[in-house]
């Protein structure tokens, strides 16, 4: 059975590159289990779309796998459709929240064999392993029962049991849904991404411009490399989906994280690590161990973590406590860490169900700034709730902090609490229209507040002005799109070696997340 795993690109003029963590498990899984397989890197280049068909023109495959997440529908759709016109034989199978959040939307609109639902290291093998062995991958219930979704006017899957974690086209060409996989309880059992896979050293050189900022060698020398220290969020946030959504929150032990880095630096040389996380730290005693572990192994790295404002800005722990945690984060080597303002607005918070209050936020920052650890924020605009005062609030909070965040719009995304009310009350109606259409929270996209489109879109311009004057910054005009971390942190009066370009810089439009 011949195999492809399409790596797609999110940016294809951004100048740097990220090793794909999610897509790097999935492809080790099938390895070890003795897969063979061809890798097409569409991101690692930039392969215009031309190319890619050529490469599929010219090659023949019996499955193609491909995931992305769900801003990139439009071009999962196009990949699909392109490659079961010149192979209509070969099994499309697509994975992660292009396909996980929609499954009744890509099999109705586009031809696509299977939805990969989830957490796809266990579900890929076993989907392989059938594929291969020509064994059925489940049957429908019967009588059908249709799978209730919020994904507007498309038929609804109907419920079907065999591999776990797969929606599949049958024979009659029913969508028979087996239903979502238990998530792996102890992810420290699953094999450290194999980026031999890649053109890792490739990747490294690309990514190299992306480090904040180091003090312990000339960023010049920074090589930066993904570690996946957690799966999930134990929050549930209004505008937020990932895959492990419905999966508990998963922490690796500090031992196993550290192994990896250990890999990494010895087999790639790397020295500074993106936790790429949903929640890196959730609690303060949890984190103080896994620090305590990387002061203790003396890794000599840089790191970067997702974190939330109650981690260290809410007083549930002594503040002494918390500013221990802080200075001894920045002695295992954080360089910088994420964590959302989203909004100041108590009503607003509210509605995004964030369960923070607005001061933690400055408190955290406080916090931060005295260890010296940069604080990279964003800020969400548009919510239901919002107004010209709640947008100044936000902005206040930020001219407090002296931090210009990454702001964005609110962009409802399926599997989301705002995706259900944009469906329900007609701000979304075609839904395939509108997933072809979106990009990213830094560009509009349908707006429910109770301002109107020029309104909403001219107070945050004119709040983010007045900010950026303030802070003694210039974006050029672009005041979303902004890019440029060392400005960003202009403010932070944090000492180190200065990179010239960004990271984990939301608003960067060729940057990152
Ligand atoms: C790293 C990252 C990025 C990097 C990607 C770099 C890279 N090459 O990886 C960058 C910085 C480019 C990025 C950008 C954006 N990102 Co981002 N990012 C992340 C982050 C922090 C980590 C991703 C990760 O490594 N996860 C860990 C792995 C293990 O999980 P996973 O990727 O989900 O993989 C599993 C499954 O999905 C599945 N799977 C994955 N790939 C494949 C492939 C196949 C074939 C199959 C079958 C299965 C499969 O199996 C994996 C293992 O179980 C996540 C948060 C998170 N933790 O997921 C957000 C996240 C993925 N990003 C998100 C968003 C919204 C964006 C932006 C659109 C933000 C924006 N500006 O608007 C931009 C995209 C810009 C664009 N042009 O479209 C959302 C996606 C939401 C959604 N429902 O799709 C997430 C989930 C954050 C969030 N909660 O909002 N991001
Ligand atoms: S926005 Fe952050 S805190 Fe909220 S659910 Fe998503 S990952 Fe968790």
Redesign the pocket.
Known sequence: MKIL?VNPC??STAPHR??????G??VTAAKVAGFKFDLLDV?IDGMPDQKVEEYIVRHRYDVI???S????YKWVKWFCGMAKRYHPGCKI?V????A??IPEVILHHAPVDVV?LG???VT?VELLQALNDGHALGEAYEPEVPILHNNGPVPATIRGQGIEGIVFRDEKGRLVNNGKRKAVKKIDDLPFPDWDIFDVQRYITKCQTTAHGTTRYPVEQARVM?V?TA?GCVFKCTF????FWDDPYRHRSPESVIAEISRNQQKYGANYINF???LTFHKVRPAQKFIDALIEADLGIHFTA?IRTDLLGCDEAPYEERVELARRMKQAGCIAVGFSLESANAEILIAMNKLVKGEYFGEQVRILKEVGIISNTSVIFGYPQETPASIQETIESCRRAKIYPSP?FL?P??STGMWKHAVDNGYIRDVDQYLLNI????DFSVNMSRMNDAELKNEVEKALGGLARDLGLDFGGSLMKTGGENRHSRNQEVEMHRNTNDTMN?ANVIG??
């Not at 997440?69 to 990139?72: A, G, N, P």
């Not at 994975?95 to 292009?98: H, I, P, T």
């Open positions: 795993f999110l940016r990220y090793l794909p963590v999610g897509l498990y999935v991101d796998l491909v995931g997440i769900v801003t990139h199978v994975g992660n929240s292009v996980s959040s990969v957490e796809a290291d890929v993904p996946n799966r937020c989906h990932y895959v790429w996380d949903e997702a964005g962009l995304m399926p990009t990213e929270r830094q939301y990152s997340v």
